[in-house]
Every structure is written in structure tokens, then in C-alpha cells.
């Protein structure tokens, strides 16, 4: 469901398949020190971002941002694995800063595997790196036949409601529930108005931000269209944008987003301890536990092609349900490609050279 | 955190004591067929909500409603107490009709005893009435040092984003977390840009609805400020508004809220069968077996009061936090009573002349 506006414009994209992808960045990852199984998982991961479209989380925006923090020694490429606190329905980990993206698979299936002995599984990991799009992790529950749900708390660039300077991250939450014949659901949202990526993406593909995003640097919404040249003289808005248009219900999903991520697994908050790291709650809730899965898939199933098939308002196309365009983008782009931005293939070139690994090879799947 | 439009005139305001609202409450509640445990639960509900200043889910908003319901035989005074499906950490409840505001509390107490074995907690009912406001069964997780979440599917009032009529409830989520010094975070929201009962109310006080509130009769956004003369002219966007503010995310967060509750306990959403009830998922998370109790009182203090004492925006008066202002009013309003709007007293004289029970004694408790 992403904005035509944050769209690669086609004449700047180049086509590359996924197995290509994958093999460049997972031999990226290798070479920078990370464990064969991590790096798999990590390329995976943002792989899989962007086959779904959802670019502002894929290898485009986010992989440059690992290679330089590994570089700078803010990532640990071997981590060890501290379970700091375990019951038979929950766990606490330390990631000992390892990237997110490499944590949350492990972490999600300590969840699942919770959920099958007493129902539910929730794993909270701190300490850790970026974590990509969470929405990631939620759909390894789904395709256990679990409904699966993701809550992260990280960073410094939302103002809460009348605040004048931001305190609270971009918090996103996800969840992901099995269908039979329809896609997936896949619901993975930012709880500010819009991600805090969408605007660096916004900034490189040259289109204006609209009126509700975000602050300038008093804490004052914008409520114009508006061009961004500088990051540094805006702040994020929560989801609703105003007070009168809701914002205080956005804040108070951010806010949840850290109380079951951040403060339940004895962490900081970024606005208590800069550079505290990502924090993400992943639960499992296993379908058999609750209802005939059966019967889950079925009401899934009449329940989105409802949604999918109803009448659009005048002027609109179609309804969508979170996760389809996800899903369609998934089948398109497997067999046509994944288009990246020229600019990031060059800064492949670069990355590879820079590390003598074989370069990324571009060009479709066929 | 009401908006000023939505509070009772001040010349309309009949203060009433806590002890007379919960015992004339109690006693319609008998007369209608509901146990006297029952009866004390659901009054307890209604007003605790009246006393936390959220006025539309208390007795002046809904109380009128169930008792129009079960005089219709729409709820059941006496239901049994059925647990469909149930796991070391999991279970589900058929209502049978009971009404949500004595159905909550049982449910979030089985929750707290399953969080207290396992780590986590997780009951759903479905087939029940009305739960009021959610945040009252968070909140009672709170109260015993554990983190309490619900989310709520109910109802066909919510238009999804591009389409042209309502498809899901406003299906609200809530969490609470207790502090030490600060008042505990209680977080209560409708996934929709206002609460259904906000509009209901805002006729009541003749007050205008705002921009990005509610769709005209095909689904399109009113984007200009405008009074309701008739509820059928309108339904309700999900929160954001607009998709270029952000609706698809309230939409996403509604249609997780369906998912958790209705769902995943086996039942059916109002779009595929009007009339299913209302369904809540209710969570308590122990946090003593994540973390440390009293360092998640320490940070919960320290997060909390960073946001209440933070520099507002220019022309703000102060930062809240979810949970203060309610925290603020419950103390004003035991103090000095409950302002009920005096056409809701006139309602209370009727009701308790019709069933033959004594009447609300108004006047505040001094």
C-alpha cells in the first residue's frame, strides 16, 4: 500500500532477481564477520522486505546503515545468546547487539515453539540492532499456522501530542494471520503518520512531504505540503497528526509499543538512555490453542475476500486488506525482479568492491 | 484527555456521589435478573469509567442501552460460565449472552492466574454484550503488578479505507502498566478516528463533528467541520482519516483487534453475521517473570515523568501522558462527585420508577 510518490521512478530502476540479491548481501554480511546462519537469515530477511515492496525497510535504505555500523563497531557480527529470564510462556534476551534483523527469526521461533507446549509464546529481545520490517517475523508465525504479532520500541523522532521535541521512536507493530485461498494477512505499521525511512525516501526520490507528518522544530504540526532539504528541521508526528485528528491515540500505540518492548524486558527507553538499541516483543498465539485452525482459516478467508471485494467509494479502485499488495508485489517481483533505485546499485558497486566480494549482479531473473 | 466539546455543560452538570451511582446501578442491575455478584461487577465497571472522566462508555452513555437490552431478552441475566477451549496459558469463553461489563473482569482474572503459572495470560470471550471501556480490565492487571492489554471486536460502524461502507467495528485496544510515584499508563483507544460513543454524545451537547471524522453515506472523508442532525447520514473513518494521513493503519489496527478477539476465539465478525456480539481478547503479562518488578516501576516512573514534564509546543499548556488526566479526574471526582448531564438524572428517575427500585439519590458526596 505504499504511496505512488515513494515509488522508484522507472527510468532510475534496474532489475535485480532475488537469488542475486540474496547471494551479494548474505556474502556482504559473511565478510563483515557474521556467522553463515546469521548472514542467511539477515539476507533473508531484507530480501523478503523487498520482494513484499516494502522498500523503505529493504536492502535499498537499510543495508548501507548495517555495513557502516558494522564497520564503526556499534554491531556485534558474533553475539552470544544471553536468555536473561525464561518461564514456560515467555522469555527475555539480551542480543549483545546483534543486528535485529538476525535476531528476530531465532526470537520468533522460541515464540512459536512456547506457544506449542502451553498456548502462547512471547520473547522480548533488547539490546539489540535494527530490527527491518517486523512484519518479517509476524509471518513466520503465520506460516506455523499462528497468529503472530510484533511490537518494537527504538529510537528518538516522534513528538508526543503538545510536546515540543520528540521522545518517543517510530515504534512500529505487526501482526500476521494465516488465510486458506486469500494472501495473508500482513499488517505492519509505524504508529508516527508516517515512517520515519519514508522520509529519507522521500528525500532521495525528491517528493514533498504532506500536511500532518510532521513537526518543525518546535514541536508544531505542519499542516501544509511541504518539500524537506534538511532532517534536521522537522520531527515525526504520531499516527492521526493532531491532537484533534487523533494523534494522542498514535502516541499511545507508540507508547505501548515501548512498555511491552522496552520497559517489560527491564530496558531504557532511548529518551532515558540514548543508544539503548532496538527492543521487540514477538508473541506466538497458537490457532489450535484457542479454535479449530480449520475453521480460523476459513473465517480468515470470508473475512478478507469481503474486505478485497467491496464496493469502492466513488473515485477509489478497490479495497485493499493489509498484506495484499504485499502479496501480489511478492509473486511480481519473483518473477519480474526487484527494482532498485541506480543510485543503490552503484552503491553495491562501491560496497563490494570496498570489501572484495563478488560484485552484485543485476539484471532480472530472466 | 476528552476533547472540551464533549464535556457536560457546566449548567447542565447534577453532581452524584460514587456510592449512590454504584448503588443505584447495582440495584437496576438485580432487578433486571442479574446476580447480585454480577450486578456489583458491572456497576463497579460503569462507574469507575464515569469516575476516570470517559464519560461516553459510563452510566450516562450506556447504562440506558443495556437496560433497553435485556428488558428486548438480548442479554442474558443469568448465562452459565462455558470455557470452550483452554491451555496452560490460554483459554475461551462463550458468554452466552452475559453482558461484557461482568464478563471482563472474570475473564481478566482467569488471565492474571494463567500469567501467574506460565509468564502470560491470554482468555478470549466472544458471544458476550457490550465490555464498556476496555481500559478498566487492563487496568485491573495494573492493580496486580502485572501489564494488562485487550483488544475489542464489535460492531459495523468503521469504513475501511477506499471503501464505501462500514465493514468493521471501532473496535478499540487498551493497555495498562502500573508505576510507583506516577499515576499507572492507561491507555484506551477506538481504532476509529473518534469513538462511536463520541458521536452519539456529541449530539447530545449539540457539538459539531470535525474533519476526518466520518464518511458521508458512500464512503467519501468529510473533510469540513460539520454538525450530525442523523446518525444514518455518516459512518465512522478509521483512525487517520485519509489514507494519505495515515486511515490504512487505523483500518490495520481495527482489523488486528478483529483478528485477536473474534477470530482467533472461533467466532464470527459483525460483517459475517450481524448480531455475533462483542468478542475481547484480555492479556496480562507477568512481569516478574520478564524483568524485575521494581525496576519496571523505577522506569515506568522516569519514562512517564520525562513525558509529563516535558517543554511543550508553543501554545500547548502541558504534555499528558495516557492515563494522567483520567488518574487526575478519578481523585477530583471522588472528592467532589460524578457531573452527570441532568437529562441522564431525569433518565435514572424514570428507570428506577418503572422497575420499582429507590431512587438515585443525587448531590455530591459532601
Known sequence: MILE???????DQVLVSEQKL???????????????????????????????????HGVSNMLRAYVRDYKAGKLNPKPGWRLVRESPGTAVIDAEKRLGIMMGPRAMRLAIQKARQVGVGVVIVHNSGHFG??????????????VGVCFTGAGLSVVPTFARKPLLGTNP????????HEAPMLFDAATSAIAGNKIRL??????????????????TPIMEEKPVFNRDDIFQLPLGGTREQGSHKGYGFALMAEVLSTVLSGALPTMLLAGSGSKTQFVAYNI?????????????????????TSTPAPGQERVLYPGL????????????????????VQWFAECTRDLGVAPLDAGGPR
Chains 1, 2 share one sequence.
Do not use: C, N
Open 288 to 308: 489450535e490453542a484457542f479454535t479449530d485452525l480449520e475453521q480460523f482459516k476459513t473465517t480468515m478467508d470470508d473475512m478478507l475476500k469481503t474486505l478485497r
Open 133 to 146: 520490517a517486523i512484519g518479517h517475523y509476524a509471518m513466520m508465525a503465520a506460516q506455523e499456522d499462528m
Open 22 to 56: 540474496r547471494r551479494a548481501v548474505t556474502e556482504i554480511f559473511e565478510k563483515l564477520g557474521v556467522s553463515a546462519e546469521d548472514a542467511a537469515e539477515g539476507a533473508d530477511a531484507l530480501t523478503l522486505t523487498d520482494l513484499r515492496g516494502v522498500e523503505t
Open 173 to 180: 507493530i505487526a501482526l500476521a494471520a494465516p488465510a486458506r
Open 202 to 219: 522521500a528525500m532521495r526520490v525528491g517528493s514533498p512531504l504532506l500536511p500532518g507528518w510532521v513537526t518543525d522544530s518546535d514541536g
Open 325 to 344: 499488495s504485499e502479496a501480489e508485489e511478492l509473486e511480481h517481483r519473483r518473477q519480474h525482479g526487484i527494482p532498485l533505485h541506480k543510485e543503490v
Open 5 to 11: 510518490r515513494f515509488k522508484v521512478p522507472e527510468k
